[in-house]
């Protein structure tokens, strides 16, 4: 096989294997959707370059500068601090394959741009004249053609290229490098071809004028434009041989750029007159009329004087003028223009792909077909449209191919370009037909008239009322349909629905779930059944009405066209848009109707031309024969191809343009470190899909604060305040116009600096301030209640001794008394004396009450010396007490001399404990243990007497005595805990424990 065959072949392939991006050549300019920008949108004018790099940016050159787009926002390079550029005034770009931007300055200087750094050179560092062009050959060579002849950078010089490479030093208009890698130059001298890994120029032709643009077609044939010729020739790319290009569809006009879109078809920039687009230039030069679009200011440019063409990554066409940048792309709808007569559509499809239009404005009924849907031409009456045929509210296509339209006192039926008129019933008040139905099967049509309510009419043209059983609703039906079971639906206001089934009527409402309002329209094949109303959707499956709910899009308001697709898909025309929800997604809510259906949203940016049609239901929505479906909008039609759906598979570039920190700007791509008290950061993003970018959505995490990504929608900024120090890395992420998301994404990485405030040694110097000051505060609060117990047993000690001083001088010197009164009264009583013997006995008595009462008084006024030995002093108290009782003592731990006041009470209550042991528990053993730690002293004292009676304890003390209720006042003045219960060998177990800063001395206590 030649290798010729091959590359036709490749080029074959490569044709058919087009991304879907490509602008359809079945469509006309006008149903691209196209965009301006001009000076008041930010962008700039006298546009004299433009350029797209490999990280997707949109570059434009102008007279005014240098600006990058990335769909919403046109920034101008400035050069860095310190430096200059040449001038603002560019004249040419060019892009390599890794991605950087050569820059041509006017009058002179050359700058690169790549990673964001700015290159610039000027006087030794460039070609000796001016550079009109630049390019980047298939060995990464860059070449310049300037006033003087043709340039070549080698290392970091510009080597002239002359007569040793066999080429002129004429002025170089153009270059191309075509995809086989072979370089072509037009000069005034001549074109010249410089082969794949040749060493010498070819000279191909020496006749030209000035040659702004030299393109490779679909086919590899070169074309060229010589607008001081005012001519387009082709060239074969081996034996260059040309051919001129030659038909009416481009003689004479100036062109000052074109080129070849994705889709073969040729794009022509007119000097002064707008841009030409021929779908099929192949056929250029043939016996007919090629197929050719014009697009003018008066259509929407922003200029007809035009200067340049490119196609981006995406297949977007981006058409440069003196006033502006204008773009073209993809649209998922196709808008139709109609007569702005025609207004209020009511559409009905014919068999044969035809479409019929009729409207309120008494224009007729317009046809449109193929023709009409590619823009080769406008929409027009139907032949033999009556000029009678006046309002058009409803029309439905019967099972015979007839058209019926229902209007103002009557119907009309077309049977092709023939129209009859039915009159409305004898003898019936003139109304509206807002409703006409077709035949289920029986031949008849049925029509709604106003409040007059259905009637039927024959194909003789005869009228009756259907014989409709009781229940039906004597008014004309807000929707209705004919399943092609023959069973005939009826809307109505407030959720009311009749289904005529032969001659049983079965109606619904809103206790079957049916809960959208009024009912705008109803489609189905029977089971489902679609039913749109005023506010939203309803589903009819197994005998119930259900309201569909969506994602993806505003939740559903009126619905007023519905297509069941033949493919299984669901379209509506509703108040947002057209929405259309996929045939798995139905299938999931036949099989769970409280599912929650995905759905996209077709709007204005997708090529709706107007807002959807919102009255007039009857028919605002259908589909064709041949597979389109059509909706109505207040500002024409629009059609869409459901097997052509384009879809943007390319994920956007991501890139975070810099960010400012309290008002000041820091660049992405350097070392970012902020500032000690930085309060609020702004993050500047964005994603680079040109094709929409009005939907592209981002998401974005801040780690070390963020643990989820953040939804932005189609935000290009996140902002945060007050974040602390540390290091942070932001991330984020986009998807496209379809949903393709770049999960990689872009990353920055940035650190706020702590004040002294947030350091680390400042927060342990801080903790070791706390910890002293919660220490200082523990030692002075032990002091104080130290103080507070001392003052406490002080004044309890003279309490105890002043109430001493006072019974001993009272009470017991009053007993004293009185006994040796009763004594001596006793003597002067015989021994014989009856009384004798019971007042000796009461005297004996009363001094042992005496006895017992000085004892008392020496227990209060008894107390622990200072630094006394507690273990000794209980023992000596158990020998004294209790010379007949075993008493054991065991002492744990390094003993510590304990506080005086604690001392003494502790020593009271082991006292009372031991004394109770003896006189209530008539114990035999007593063991005493004292425990010395450092953080609590402990006693602990256990006996193996009888017990304690639990009333005693759950009381708090035995009647009449105190000594419980003392042991634990004494515990609760130490701050200490006291629990007395049974031992576990028996007996009583008193358990005593005092926190050690009130148990034990301090050091100045222990030297006095």
């Known amino acids: 096989m030649s290798d010729r065959l091959l590359r036709v072949l490749a080029l074959v392939l490569l044709a058919f294997a087009a991304p879907a991006g490509a602008l359809d050549r079945d469509r006309s300019i006008a149903q691209f959707h196209h965009t301006a920008w001009t000076a008041r949108d930010g962008a700039p004018s006298q546009i004299s370059a433009l350029a797209q790099t490999a990280d997707g ?88 053609g300037t006033a003087d002849g043709l340039a070549l950078r080698e290392g970091t010089k510009w080597v002239d290229v002359g007569a040793s490479w066999g080429m002129s030093r004429a002025r170089v208009w153009s270059m191309l490098v075509s995809h086989e890698g072979a370089l072509w130059v037009a000069t005034t001298a001549g074109i010249y ?30 074309w060229v434009a010589d607008e001081g010729r005012v001519s387009i020739d082709r060239y074969d790319p081996h034996s260059y041989a040309v051919v001129p290009v030659v038909d009416p569809a481009i003689d004479g006009t100036q062109i000052n750029d074109f080129m070849f879109d994705r889709d073969g078809s040729l794009w022509i920039a007119l000097t ?186 024959d194909g003789d043209g005869s009228w009756q009322r259907p014989a409709t059983p009781a229940g039906m609703l004597e008014r004309a039906p807000s929707a209705s349909f004919t399943t092609a079971k023959g069973d005939r639906w009826f809307g109505y206001t407030a959720n009311r629905v009749a289904v005529l089934n032969g001659g049983t009527l079965r109606s619904y409402g809103a206790h079957d779930g049916l809960e959208i309002g009024r009912i705008r329209v109803i489609r189905g094949g029977g089971d489902p059944m679609w039913l749109g109303g005023e506010t939203g959707l309803s589903m009819f499956s197994h005998g119930r009405f259900h309201t569909v709910a969506v ?187 379809d949903g393709v998301w770049n999960t990689r994404g872009a990353q920055m990485a940035f650190e706020i600096r702590p004040a002294f405030y947030q350091t680390g040694w400042f927060l342990l110097l801080c903790i070791a301030v706390g910890v002293g000051a919660v220490l200082l505060m523990l030692w002075l609060r032990t002091e104080q209640i130290r103080s507070m117990l001392r003052a406490q047993m002080e004044a309890r000690h003279g309490e105890r001794e002043r109430i001493a001083r006072e019974l001993h001088d009272t009470l017991l010197q009053g007993v004293q008394g009185l006994i040796l009164r009763v004594h001596a009264a006793t003597r002067s009583l015989g021994d014989d004396h009856p009384a004798r013997r019971s007042m000796d006995r009461a005297l004996d008595q009363a001094e042992e009450i005496l006895v017992e009462g000085r004892d008392r008084l020496g227990e209060l006024r008894a107390g622990a010396p200072k630094h006394f030995d507690l273990a000794a002093a209980l023992a000596k108290l158990a020998d004294e007490q209790l010379p007949h009782i075993e008493f054991g003592m065991t002492v744990e731990g390094l003993v ?86 049974a031992g576990d060998t028996g007996g009583v177990l008193i358990t005593l424990s005092v926190p050690a800063g009130i148990a034990y001395a301090r050091r100045l206590d222990r030297v006095h």
């Not at 050359?110 to 980047?136: C, K, R």
């Not at 007593?926 to 006996?943: K, T």
């Not at 009888?946 to 003045?973: F, N, Q």
């Open 551 to 737: 994602s993806g899009v505003p939740a559903l308001g009126t619905v007023c066209g519905i297509i069941p697709s033949r493919s299984g898909d669901l379209w509506l025309n509703e108040l947002h848009g057209v929405v259309h929800i996929d045939a798995a997604e139905v299938s999931a809510l036949q099989a769970d109707p409280t599912h929650v259906a995905k759905a996209e949203l077709f709007d204005y940016l997708d090529g709706l031309p107007g807002a959807p049609q919102m009255n007039w239901c009857s028919s605002s929505a259908v589909e064709a024969s041949d597979g389109r479906l059509w909706f109505a909008t207040d500002n024409g039609l629009a059609w869409l191809d459901p097997h052509r759906l384009w879809r943007n598979e390319l994920p956007p570039p991501v890139y975070i343009r810099g960010l400012v920190a309290d008002g000041k700007p820091y660049a992405a791509d350097a070392t970012i470190a902020l500032p000690p008290g930085t309060a609020n950061l702004r993050l500047d993003y964005t994603a680079l899909s040109l094709t929409m970018p009005e939907r592209v959505n981002f998401r974005y995490r801040l780690d070390g604060l963020d643990s989820n990504w953040r939804e932005a929608g189609t935000r290009r900024d996140a902002s945060y305040t007050h974040l602390g120090p540390g290091r942070y890395t932001f991330h984020v992420i986009a998807s496209n116009n």
């Open 193 to 222: 071809v410089l082969p794949p890994r040749a060493k010498q120029f070819v000279r191909v032709n020496d006749a030209l004028g000035s040659v702004h643009r030299m393109v490779e077609a679909p086919d590899g044939k070169i």
């Open 272 to 457: 002064r007159d707008g841009i030409r687009r021929i779908r099929h230039p192949g056929r250029l030069g043939g016996a007919s009329a090629v197929a050719m679009d014009t697009y003018k200011q008066a259509d929407g440019l922003t200029s007809n004087a035009i200067g340049l063409l490119l196609e981006d990554r995406e297949g977007n066409q981006w058409v440069s003028t003196l006033r502006g940048l204008n773009r073209f792309r993809h649209s998922q709808l196709v808008p139709v223009s109609l007569p702005p007569s025609q207004q209020n559509f009511t559409l009905v499809a014919d068999g044969d792909g035809t479409l019929w239009v009729g409207g309120t404005t008494s224009r007729g009924v317009d046809r449109i077909d193929d023709f009409v849907a590619a823009g080769l031409a406008p929409a027009s009456l139907v032949p033999g449209s009556p000029a009678g045929l006046g309002s058009v509210f409803t029309g439905d296509r019967a099972r015979t191919g007839d058209v019926w339209w229902g209007d103002y006192g009557g119907v009309w039926r077309q049977r092709g370009s023939h129209f009859v008129r039915f009159p409305s019933p004898a003898g019936m008040r003139k109304d509206w037909a807002w409703e006409v139905m077709s035949s289920g099967g029986d031949g008849q049509l049925w029509v709604g008239y106003g409040d007059d309510g259905l009637w039927r009419i």
């Open 896 to 981: 510590r001399p304990l506080a005086p006041e604690a001392g003494d009470e502790i020593y009271q209550i082991g006292r009372e404990a031991i004394l109770n042991a003896m006189r209530h528990a008539q114990a035999s053993a007593i063991h005493c243990r004292l425990s010395y730690s450092s953080h609590e002293f402990m006693m602990r004292i256990q006996d193996n007497g009888k017990g304690i009676d639990p009333a005693i304890l759950d009381g708090g003390r035995r009647s009449g005595h105190w000594g419980l209720v003392g042991m634990r006042e004494r515990a609760t003045m130490l701050h200490g805990q006291l629990s007395i219960g």
């Open 57 to 144: 940016y949109l570059w434009i050159g102008s007279a005014r500068g240098l600006y990058r787009f990335d769909g919403v926002r046109f920034e101008t390079l400035q050069p860095p601090p310190g430096q200059s550029l040449p001038s603002f005034n560019v004249y040419a770009l060019a892009t390599t394959h890794e991605g950087g931007l050569w820059i041509a300055f006017r009058p002179s200087g050359l700058g690169y741009l790549a990673h964001g750094h700015l290159q610039v050179f000027e006087d030794a560092q460039i070609p000796h004249s001016i550079v009109y062009t630049l390019t980047e050959d298939r060995q990464g060579r860059i070449w310049a």
